[in-house]
């Protein structure tokens, strides 16, 4: 059965919920270091989220996802990483990841981007439309879990760096921190 959401961009008075919900979806996740909300808070503090939405179901923010620019060794732009995207773990399995993804892949191309690329599950992320692109690379990730969907263009050939926010390990200071 699927959920019904309500998905906006995220407000200032989301952080801390979306803090929440991405330590508790993360806090089980065997091949995770638990570091996700602090690269939501340092890229929010670089002013590198592109996109940020949440889904709100009965007037509670339960998940969300981020997309931010990453940076292509042949000089492709135009290019989005994707994530994390996360969701209470008591309503994952329900629709409202895809939901997120798809909602921000929308607005993506709307902005006229060339692609998004991620790290995650290939059997998740291949039914909405990832799959591993053998001309792009994420050093130090194998292939099978680096995926990518482009959306208009030529698929470029080099390796996709993230922004320096997916290294944050703590907490970070920046607009909408207590």
Same mark, same amino acid.
């Given at each position: 059965m !699927?959920?019904?959401?309500?998905?906006?961009?995220?407000t200032v008075?989301?952080?801390?919920? #979306?803090?929440? #919900?991405? $330590?508790?979806?993360f806090?089980t996740? $065997?091949?995770?270091?638990q570091?996700?909300?602090?690269i939501?808070?340092?890229?929010?503090?670089?002013?590198a989220?592109?996109?940020?939405?949440? /889904?709100e179901?009965? $007037?509670?923010?339960?998940?969300?996802?981020?997309?931010?620019?990453?940076?292509?060794?042949?000089g492709? !732009?135009?290019w989005y990483?994707l994530?994390?995207?996360?969701?209470?773990?008591?309503?994952?399995?329900?629709?409202?990841g895809? /939901?997120? #993804?798809?909602?921000?892949l929308?607005?993506l191309?709307g902005?006229?981007?060339?692609?998004?690329?991620?790290?995650?599950?290939?059997?998740f992320?291949?039914?909405?439309?990832?799959?591993?692109?053998?001309?792009?690379?994420?050093?130090?990730?194998?292939?099978?879990?680096?995926l $990518? !969907?482009?959306?208009?263009?030529?698929?470029?050939h080099?390796?996709?760096?993230?922004?320096?926010?997916? !290294?944050?390990?703590?907490?970070?200071?920046?607009?909408?921190?207590?």
């Open positions: !699927k959920t019904q959401v309500t998905i906006r961009p995220e008075a989301d952080v801390g919920a #979306i803090d929440d #919900i991405t $330590a508790a979806a806090r996740v $065997a091949v995770s270091n570091t996700e909300q602090f939501i808070g340092a890229l929010r503090a670089a002013n989220l592109t996109i940020s939405l949440v /889904a179901h009965e $007037a509670r923010v339960v998940g969300h996802v981020a997309f931010s620019p990453v940076t292509i060794s042949d492709s !732009k135009g990483g994530g994390p995207v996360s969701v209470l773990p008591e309503l994952q399995r329900q629709g409202i895809t /939901a997120l #993804i798809e909602e921000g929308s607005l191309e902005l006229n981007a060339h692609g998004c690329c991620l790290v995650g599950d290939p059997s992320c291949g039914r909405i439309g990832f799959r591993n692109i053998p001309e792009l690379v994420h050093e130090g990730v194998p292939p099978e879990v680096f $990518a !969907k482009p959306l208009r263009g030529v698929v470029p080099g390796v996709v760096a993230f922004h320096e926010g997916f !290294k944050a390990t703590g907490p970070q200071e920046g607009p909408g921190r207590v």
